[in-house]
């Protein structure tokens, strides 16, 4: 069998403005090359030392946050097994967030959808009236919602969570995380969880999270946690500034970077940046006589999903920008595939390198 050509696999002309994985810089993409070091030595323990003050700045807590070499949905999935026994709230506004309810019943818990329209963001007054029923010790929410551009209304949500003390509150931040403050301690979220590929603008594959004392104390009346994403063993491990298993070093190192630049920039530069680039595309999307698919006042900051009101092709319009421009955007998510597009502004992104992508959506959008 022959093997692929290797200059196709190392050429990149293709810039990402797709919900995630976003682009990765180069010096990034640099700092993933340093030597190796043993995951047990102590080199590897200063690493994680170096980067924990800054996640903790950034979530905003002062409990201990956690190194997860896999995907958000393995965190998802292992607070699902950590921290529900007697059912669990699914709010439910997109794919991402549908398929939380899936999840929660495959790992053999009672579980019961809070379902919204795509494009509407959670109501509190249905959470409250859901968790009064006493049914349920657990809720989980994404926080924005990429699949329609929704950003839920954390801070009035976890008003009526303390309402409820017995129930854990799960919060999925992967695409709002260190693009729009979170303050995990004050909002009394008991685990918050977020991946390294999209506001972070790291490739793939590491996830970071972080727990409550009360979650905690949950795990440890449960007996079915698993191994992988027990959170009692991730809080063991970090004591030592170790994780469970062998974690993805090159990736941490990248984030050692990251945190760099993050600080560097200021926290409130960089929420201003996020909300600036997201201003420019709401501007084109009306200049252009498309709308919003989510509703106003619960809209995403880190990306925008466009209702295609003016009914083009979607997918000739995206390949169109890919081919001709060199940018990716996203013709859609799921059942709204077609029926909308979306447009990421997170990450590294500046209104600088947001108007050349601007430009060729105008040019794509005239050539249709």
Known sequence: MALPDSKVLMTKTIKLFIPG???????????????????????????YRAVYPGLQKLFETQQPVFLSTSSAWGIMEGAIRNLVNKGVLNCMCGAFSD????????????????QVEWGKAIDPGQVNAQLATGQFDAITLIHNETSTGVLNPLKEISQVVRKYP???????TVSSFSALPIAMDDLGIDLMLTGSQKALALPPGLSLFSA???????????????????????????EEFMTPSTPAIPHIY???????????????????????????????????????????????????????????DVAAFVKRIREEHGFQIDGGYGKVKGKTFRVSNMGDE????????LAALTASLASA
């Open 21 to 47: 994985p976003v682009e990765v810089s180069p010096k990034t993409l640099t700092a993933m090359t340093q030597p190796m070091i043993g995951h047990r030595s102590s080199d590897f323990k200063a690493l």
């Open 99 to 114: 398929k939380w309810l899936d999840v929660s019943k495959r790992c053999g818990k009672r579980a019961e959808p809070l």
């Open 166 to 172: 017995d129930v854990m509150f799960i919060v999925d």
């Open 212 to 238: 409550s004392q009360r979650a905690f104390e949950r795990a440890s009346q449960l007996g079915d946690r698993g191994y992988y994403f027990d959170l009692l063993e991730f809080k063991k491990n970090a």
């Open 254 to 312: 990248a984030l050692q970077s990251k945190l760099g630049e993050i600080f560097a920039e200021g926290l409130e530069h960089r929420y201003e940046r996020h909300a600036q680039t997201n201003r420019l595309v709401h501007e084109w999307v009306n200049a252009n006589g498309f709308e919003f698919f989510s509703q106003e006042g619960y809209r995403s900051v880190t990306l925008t999903c466009v209702r295609n009101n003016r009914e083009i």
């Open 350 to 357: 500046t209104v600088e390198t947001m108007k050349p992508l």
